[in-house]
Each structure stands twice: as structure tokens, then as C-alpha cells.
């Protein structure tokens, strides 16, 4: 197995890398197509290593690798049983990979032909269509809560960072779920007690503690979490969504100030318009406003 692959190695050295260099010293352009090449073998090596490592591949491959080495070793160190025997493994080791990796397989091939493709090589979502869904995400399980009278306190982390929130809570860095979001906040379990923080399409940590408005004007009859919602956004420009465990009803606090008992419909407003339409929606705007600007300046100088 030593010698085809020492052999497949010269037929790679003879074909691709002098190929190239020949190819090069006619046309200094074709630099730019190795370039080329060699980054989208990395970029899919890069995504193989990173497929592999979020399945049970990862451990095999280690363990290919380390048969690898030791083949090659044998060879050189002349033992030729060991040699022998490590040959046949490798060999047959390759119908056995197909066979044990059949799931992993089918599941890299399928996301190949369906709208998972993008996702399958790393190229994300737009940002303000992931933001869009974890708002919608948010809301039904702020209405599940709110359903069965669970207290619940979410805050959506927006330009100003609130790190120092987010340490003095347990650690969590999953993708938004309603379904989560409602577990975290079942009473009498760890986590319930205290504010879920969202952070960057993420939901960063739980039971976080945050600080309380202390403003003598503030309702005597609002609750812990709301003053704790109104706190957080004083200080910073996060959003807080607050479920009261008495009443049920849902209420956003931003900019200090507390919009309550608020519906489904025009939570979903709210959020969009400060989380997404706001932040990401005057981007666009004034690029758009700059192009047609260009396009005045160019019809005014041809006039």
C-alpha cells in the first residue's frame, strides 16, 4: 500500500505542482487559477474537518490517522508483518468506513440536494432573516409562558454589549428555541430565577441577575423582573420582554420606559421594528439614498 501510495504521490508531484509551475512560467496569469485551487481545497477540507468533528467521526478519523502513521513507519523501519497486516486493515478499512458512516453519508449528501446546502458549507443566513425567526421564536414562547402564568424575564442584547450581565449568569451559547425558553423558566428548577440574555442570534446564558430600576416614580405594584426589565434597559439598549407570573401578561421595557400588556401582534411590531428595522433597515436606506444621490450629481453635471 506504501509503494501505490509513494506512487500516487510522484503521479500528483508530476501532473498538478509541475503542471502548474509549467503552466505558470507560459502564463503568469494562471497563478491566479492555482490560487484558485488551492483555496477551494482547503475551504472543503476546512468544512470535511468541521462536519466530522460535530459527529461521531471525528474519533475514527483519529484513529485512521494514527493507522496511517503507523503504516508508514513499518514500511520505513522495514517491518514487514506489521506492514502487511496494516495494508489489508486500510484496505478493507475503507468498505467499512462506508458502511459504519452510512448515516453521516446520507445526510451530507441529502443536505446537497435540498436548501441545507448553504448551511452544509458554513454560508449563513441573512442576518436580519435569522434575527426575524428568533424574534418569532421569542414571541411564542413568551405566550406559552404567559399562558400558564410562568414568570419569565428575556433580554435581547442589541448595539451595546452587556457582557458583565451575561457573566454573572450560567453559561448556555444555544440557537433560540421556543422551546427552551419556556423549559428554562419552569419554576422551582435552576435556571428559572433570573433573566434569559439573547445575544448575537444566540441564547448566551440564563438565571443572569440584572439591576433593578429604583425610580420612585416606577408603579409600587410592578414586580421584581419588571423593574429588573426597566433596569437593563436604562442602562444599556436592550430590549426586555417580561411575563408576569401574577397576571400573565406579557410587557416590553426599552429605553426605561415599560409598554405592558402588550399582544401577540404587536409584540411581534415592536421587536421587529427596534431589532431589525432600525438596526438593519437604515443601513440599506442610506445606501439606497447615496446611489440616487450619485445619480442626481451625474444627470446635474450632464445637464
Not at 501532473?15 to 496569469?29: E, K, R, T, W
Not at 474519533?59 to 506489521?82: C, D, E, M, T
Not at 423549559?183 to 441577575?209: E, Q, R, W, Y
Request: glycine share 6%; proline share 2%; hydrophobic share 50%.
Amino acid at each position: 500500500m506504501i509503494d501505490g501510495f509513494g506512487i500516487s504521490m510522484q503521479k500528483f508531484y508530476d501532473d498538478i505542482i509541475v503542471g502548474y509551475l509549467n503552466a505558470f512560467s507560459q502564463n503568469p496569469m494562471n497563478l491566479l487559477i492555482l490560487a484558485i485551487d488551492v483555496i477551494i481545497v482547503m475551504f472543503l477540507a476546512a468544512t470535511i474537518i468541521k462536519f466530522a468533528k460535530n459527529s461521531r467521526a471525528w474519533q475514527l478519523l483519529k484513529g485512521i490517522f494514527f493507522l496511517v502513521i503507523a503504516n508508514v513507519l513499518s514500511y520505513i523501519l522495514q517491518l514487514r508483518i506489521l506492514n502487511f497486516l496494516l495494508s489489508i486493515v486500510m484496505t478493507w478499512g475503507v468498505f467499512a468506513l462506508i458502511v459504519i458512516f452510512q448515516p453521516e453519508l446520507r445526510r451530507a449528501l441529502e443536505q446537497l440536494g435540498t436548501n441545507k446546502f448553504t448551511k452544509f458549507f458554513g454560508i449563513d443566513k441573512d442576518i436580519q432573516t435569522r434575527t426575524k425567526e428568533d424574534i418569532y421564536k421569542i414571541v411564542i414562547a413568551a405566550l406559552e409562558l404567559a399562558k400558564t402564568k410562568t414568570g419569565a424575564l428575556i433580554v435581547i442584547e442589541r448595539d451595546i454589549k452587556i457582557n458583565d450581565i451575561i457573566s454573572t449568569g450560567i453559561e448556555i451559547n444555544s440557537e433560540v428555541s421556543p422551546q427552551l425558553l419556556v423549559n428554562i423558566f419552569v419554576p422551582n428548577t435552576p435556571l428559572h430565577d433570573g433573566a434569559v440574555v439573547i445575544s448575537n442570534n444566540k441564547i448566551t446564558a440564563a438565571a443572569c441577575m440584572l439591576p433593578l430600576a429604583s425610580d420612585t416614580d416606577i408603579a409600587k405594584e410592578l414586580g421584581t423582573r419588571h423593574r429588573a426589565a426597566i433596569g437593563i434597559s436604562k442602562e444599556s439598549d436592550a430590549i426586555a420582554v417580561v411575563v408576569s407570573e401574577e397576571t400573565g401578561k406579557v410587557s416590553i421595557a426599552k429605553d426605561g420606559t415599560l409598554i405592558a400588556d402588550v399582544k401577540e401582534e404587536t409584540l411581534k411590531k415592536i421587536l421587529i421594528k427596534n431589532i431589525v428595522t432600525n438596526r438593519y433597515g437604515d443601513e440599506r436606506i442610506t445606501k439606497l439614498e447615496r446611489l440616487r444621490n450619485m445619480k442626481f450629481g451625474f444627470k446635474k453635471k450632464g445637464q
